[in-house]
């Protein structure tokens, strides 16, 4: 049968193998540590939870427009791409495998962040995964987030991906530290209505992070879009020294003045100058760039 | 010699009550509660206006408030139970007596308090059911209603939602009762005249809109693979060789795959035009792009759908919209047409039985049945022939005289083997006998029975029960579809083979169809998104659906 569709194939509604499978040159990926290694967690089944053979996360080595790179796929349909044990073992272990290579990552997030049933070994894996990709961006590695997964880029997730030389975010995709759900349970459903998904989004959202500096490319819910994002990201500068992350603190401040008493992002919208802040999630996607390219805060190599 | 009179004389006497709180029609929201001590009376039958979509909401508020030592022992007869105060005034005493339709939200606090005796309950009813008592013997004495607008007069403009309200307001006004609406806003003139003044008594101005629940939204993001296979068989396998053109779509994410896949796996089989034309059917979104590619002619709403007012208004030759534009929908005539003028009803359901009941009452909830019981049955009064109604009685009596054979309606329950939370669809008993156990009901609360069921669906085929000829056959065809679950495995091997070999059962592959074909690509919308888009930004999604 052959298949009917005029859509694009969509970044967030593929698995991450579907992605990676499209996201590279056509048969350039290498996985390492496969499913067939079934390096399970040994954690879930204390919790009479089922286990995956790649413990939702896909490593390897590959192309992109020929040009080789390392690579990892978060699975957002395992336990939210949550990172435990054994999955954050094998992206620490890729980032030093970048390091003493020097070749750049591209890590395809699609998380809610730590795995809370593995809880002190995914936190520690989360500071392990930072201290190595800080160590291999200090030798020029760069780095390339890419969010537009359905389980977004939170907690420890947000963490690593602050830490990397450029990310490219769909309107789907999602990044913050606490997700919904936590800050409601926190601060009260006055404070935050997690089920109120558009605040959500003008909260957290691709096209939110994207007018104020939080990420680099927005792109089209497309896995070519994402594509031609990465390629354009491994592109953008590497450097990280103090010159940098200085000059990233001080837009930080001026961002946290200019913003700080916001209580809408469609009011942060406003004062970046756009017209019809509350227009702006219907806009497709290059109506959108079009209008935020002119007003949008952007980051340096740091964030 | 006998007062011919009494109830207009009793109405008067309310009438003259309420108007020492009212200015005119008009009442102050803040002397609403007093109001309503005016004009109620101790053991009076109240409809107080909600369903499953709209809720007559601040009227609902203010009657919670009343002192139950002078209103008490309020006998409800209402669609829905759905708004805490619905069953507040049970815990007060301020009601007593309980007649309704459907429950949803409020289900297990409902089972609850019907087990601790707090409420005396008359019976879960059917809409039409209840409806139809509202005229014979549960008239009510007040209604309690909800409009967008009124002017002076007390004309009302019901809008999109008109709903349950012309029924209400039919049986209560000319029943010798009091008509009360809550209403949004009072304005010079109305958009149009839904309610005429002289049917309603007292207006309140509740500056707000009543409220109105998104209940038949489904996300297309959350539609499963197993899901769009079950859409496909039930398109391959029976509305094509049936050629349903008027149905009714039950609320489930099997019924909304179905919709989004017209356009694309329909259109592939040729059945543009031959099939789904005329529904009777809330303005599901997930129709959006089955309506925009041209596959359908006319839908009548029970109700309205948050979001999809300007849509409908920019659709008049497909939706019943008023001279102003708007949509009118009105359940009872509705329930109606799903009942007499449909070929096809098709639901999912929790559990079904053996013999092909269903129900969707699991541990100790009293949901109620809403519509589906009149959508889900073969209307035994209907005359008019059309080819799929004509085709199933004759699949189901192959020998009767032509002339004098009954057709039949297609009613179907589409489901996975095992739904949420892993629970199997087929039981060996239904959880509502044991409700019905627990709290000494006559009637087990069964959503449609067993012979009114032609077709079960699942993810393992389809189960043509018109054409079993005895109770075995019927239990075997049903283990046969039933996959994994106990009741499956339960099954007779040989005969269900025997049946297969008959097309009582039919596989996926009997009917050409690969299960691996079953992709979320092939749906036309995967996002609400994808959904307002398709409407050219005509449908605006609720807050809480959108993820952008």
Known sequence: MTSPTPLPRSWYEESARGRLAHLLDAGSFTEFLGPERRELSPHLALFNLPRQFDDGIIVGAGALAGKPVLVAAQEGRFMGGAIGEVHGAKLTGLLHAARQLKRDVVILFDTGGVRLQEANAGELAISEIIRATLDARAEGVRMVGLLGGRAGCYGGGSLIAGCCSALVISEQGRLSVSGPEVIETNKGVEEFDSRDRALVWRTMGGKHRYLIGGVDLFVGDDVAAFRAGAVAALERPALLDPAALASEQGRLERRLARFGDATDGTEVWARLGLPHPAALPDLDTSAFLTLANTQRESADAAR | ?548
């Not at chain 2, 759905?82 to 049970?90: G, S």
């Open chain 2, 1 to 548: 010699m006998r007062d011919w009179n009494m109830k207009g004389r009793d109405r008067q006497a309310r009438l003259e009550a309420g108007r020492r709180l009212a200015s005119g029609k008009v009442v102050a929201a803040q002397d609403l509660v007093a109001f309503l001590e005016a004009v109620l009376r101790p053991g009076d039958r109240v409809c107080l206006e909600g369903d499953n979509q709209k809720q007559a909401d601040v009227l609902a508020k203010a009657l919670a408030k009343v002192d139950p030592a002078k209103v008490h022992d309020l006998h409800m007869v209402q669609s829905g139970v759905v708004l805490p105060e619905h069953l507040d005034i049970f815990e007060t005493g301020i009601a007593r007596r309980l007649d309704f339709s459907y429950s949803g939200p409020q289900s297990a606090r409902i089972a609850r308090m019907m087990f601790g005796g707090r409420i005396e309950l008359g019976a879960v009813h059917t809409y039409l059911e209840l409806f139809a008592r509202y005229f014979i013997d549960l008239t009510p004495q007040v209604a309690l209603i909800a409009a967008v607008s009124a002017d002076r007069a007390g004309n009302l403009y019901t809008g999109p939602n008109t709903e349950d309200t012309p029924t209400v307001v039919e049986a209560t006004s000319f029943g010798k009762g009091l008509v009360i609406a809550q209403v949004g806003e009072i304005v010079d003139q109305v958009p149009r005249v839904d309610i005429p003044a002289d049917q309603v008594h007292f207006v309140v101005n509740a500056q707000r809109p009543f409220y109105v629940e998104p209940l038949f939204t489904r996300d297309p993001a959350a539609i499963t693979e197993t899901q769009i296979l079950t859409a496909m068989l039930a398109i391959k396998g029976l509305y094509a060789p049936y050629g349903v053109r008027r149905l009714n779509h039950g609320i489930g994410f099997n019924t909304a795959a179905i919709e989004l896949l017209l356009p694309t796996y329909g259109e592939r089989l040729g059945l543009k035009g031959k099939v789904c034309t005329h529904w009777a059917l809330n303005p599901h979104p997930t129709l959006i792009p089955a309506i925009e590619s041209g596959w359908v002619e006319q839908i009548h709403c029970f109700g309205s759908e948050v979001g999809m007012e300007d849509y409908m208004r920019a659709r008049p030759d497909i939706f019943f919209t008023g001279p102003d534009g708007s949509l009118r929908s009105n359940r009872a005539f509705c329930q109606t047409a799903g009942l007499y003028a449909c070929d096809m009803f098709i639901g999912s359901t929790l559990q079904i039985d053996l013999a092909g009941n269903s129900s969707t009452i699991t541990g100790s909830r009293v949901a109620g049945f809403g519509g589906a019981p009149n959508m889900g049955s073969d209307a035994r009064g209907r005359r008019h022939p059309s080819a799929p109604w004509l085709r199933a009685g004759q699949e189901a009596d192959p020998t009767g005289a032509p002339a004098l054979r009954r057709g039949r309606k297609l009613v179907i329950q589409i489901g996975e083997t095992f739904g949420d939370g892993n629970a199997p669809m087929f039981v060996e008993r239904l959880s509502a006998l044991d409700l019905a156990d627990k709290l000494d009901l006559d009637l087990a609360p069964v959503m449609v029975y067993g012979d009114d069921v032609t077709h079960i669906v699942t993810e393992e085929g389809v189960a043509n029960l018109l054409l079993c000829r005895d109770k075995d056959e019927r239990e075997q065809a049903i283990r046969g579809v039933a996959g994994y679950t106990e009741v499956g495995r339960a099954r007779d091997r040989k005969m269900v083979e025997r049946l297969r070999e008959r097309k009582v059962i039919q596989r996926p592959e009997d009917l050409g169809i690969d299960p691996l074909d079953a992709d979320r690509s092939l749906l036309v919308a995967r996002s609400i998104k994808d959904l307002m888009i398709a409407s050219g930004g005509l449908y605006r999604p609720p807050s809480r659906f959108r993820n952008w």
